[in-house]
């Protein structure tokens, strides 16, 4: 099985690694290796928590996220998205973005012999609004989990009072509002203030729309199916619940490969080998790892593995805010997630080990979140 789910994402690494071999020889092809293997190591807790969205939607929303939602991954984020910001920040057309990011100046250099900026250059001038809109998408994310009543707990000593705190009203909105204000004013730029602040409320904005949309439409669809046969299997979201889902979905890996899209030009400008390194290898090693987690229970089965996604989220968007001021490494930015997952993985085990029969406290039934032994179509 696990040859099947890796199979494809294998097959399109190597194609991605020949065509960048044609397009620009051995420097293309390792420069295309680097994009894929940094891009890899950022999106596992990407992963886990597109497995814990996908196992609550119906089984045609997830072949949608499986082939649509890794199409708009691939070609969306990797390689619309740097243009897009080029077409509005310099007003150039998609052709002349294009032809700008192909052409750079002579030795590398940030600015054209006329003045004019570079592709790197206005991308690199647009993180300060990218990461903030990023960074507060998956702040929101990280409070809305850790401040949640929760069953199980992982770092209890700090989890449990969180999420005591969390009883009080519309707490999450608060704090990611003040770290939002801090960062505007004392870690952005002066002449980025404004921007910075705009930004982040536009991405604590669409957090809250998206997923509302999709608890609410959630909500009403499982209402009106316990009318005429009782709950759903799972409780699985279908009609305008999945859609919304898949909207979800969608946005948080947006808001996941940010800081991937914008480390890569650490790495080269060349938008085709950021496409095929980010896009075709990286993209779709992190489908085959949802697969993974949602088909093997993974999820189920290591109970921690969620809460060191979430706390490595958290991370991120603490690191995505910081970096508007200060240059934050790439490698500093993946260690810490997979620091996070490891440390969770690990822990998980130790505790099936002291109890081997279930949950703690007698229940065997006690640790399987609600849908978590949903599989993955076989088609996915």
């Not at 929303?61 to 243009?83: D, H, N, S």
């Not at 690199?124 to 960074?135: L, N, R």
């Not at 996941?256 to 090693?285: E, H, N, Q, R, W």
């Not at 290591?302 to 934050?328: F, K, N, P």
Request: with cysteine; aromatic share 10%; proline share 4%.
């Amino acid at each position: 099985m696990t040859f099947r789910i890796f199979g494809v994402s294998f097959a399109v690494s190597v194609a991605a690694l020949v065509v960048a071999f044609l397009y620009g020889g051995p420097q293309a092809l390792l420069l295309c290796a680097i994009l894929g293997i940094l891009e890899v190591s950022l999106s596992f807790d990407n992963a886990v928590i597109n497995a814990t969205v996908l196992q609550r939607m119906s089984e045609f929303w997830q072949k949608i996220f499986l082939t649509v939602g890794v199409l708009i991954a691939v070609f969306g984020m990797r390689l619309v998205f740097p243009l897009a910001i080029v077409w509005l920040a310099s007003g150039l057309g998609p052709v002349e973005a294009l032809d700008l990011a192909l052409n750079p100046p002579a030795d590398g250099g940030a600015y054209f012999p006329d003045g004019s900026p570079s592709y790197e250059t206005l991308i690199t001038d647009a993180h300060p609004q990218i990461a903030a809109f990023g960074g507060m998408f998956l702040l929101m994310l990280f409070l809305g989990f850790i401040l949640e009543e929760k069953e199980i707990t992982w770092l209890s000593w700090i989890e449990r009072p969180l999420a005591r705190v969390g009883k009080l009203d519309q707490l999450e909105v608060v704090v990611a509002t003040t770290l939002l204000i801090v960062t505007a004013v004392f870690i952005a730029p002066e002449d980025k203030t404004s921007t910075v602040m705009i930004a982040g409320a536009l991405g604590m904005i669409t957090y809250i729309a998206v997923n509302g949309l999709g608890e609410l439409f959630n909500v009403e669809e499982e209402s009106d199916d316990s009318r005429r046969t009782g709950p759903t299997e799972l409780a699985k979201a279908t009609g305008k619940a999945g859609f919304f889902l898949f909207l979800y979905l969608e946005v948080l890996d947006a808001s996941f490969s940010f800081d991937g899209v914008i480390g890569a030009f650490a790495i080269t400008a060349d938008p085709i080998i950021i496409a095929l390194g980010l896009g075709f290898i990286g993209a779709m090693f992190v489908r085959s790892l949802t697969v993974y987690l949602v088909r093997q229970g993974t999820l189920s089965e290591y109970v921690y593995l969620e809460h060191g996604a979430h706390w490595a989220i958290g991370a991120l968007a603490l690191i995505l805010m910081y970096s508007i001021g200060t240059h934050v490494s790439e490698i500093v930015t993946g260690l810490v997630g997979v620091v996070l997952i490891a440390a969770a993985l690990v822990t998980s085990i130790v505790r099936n080990r002291r109890h081997p029969d279930g949950d703690p406290d007698g229940d065997p039934d006690g640790d399987t979140p609600a849908g978590s032994d949903q599989k993955v179509p076989a088609t996915a």
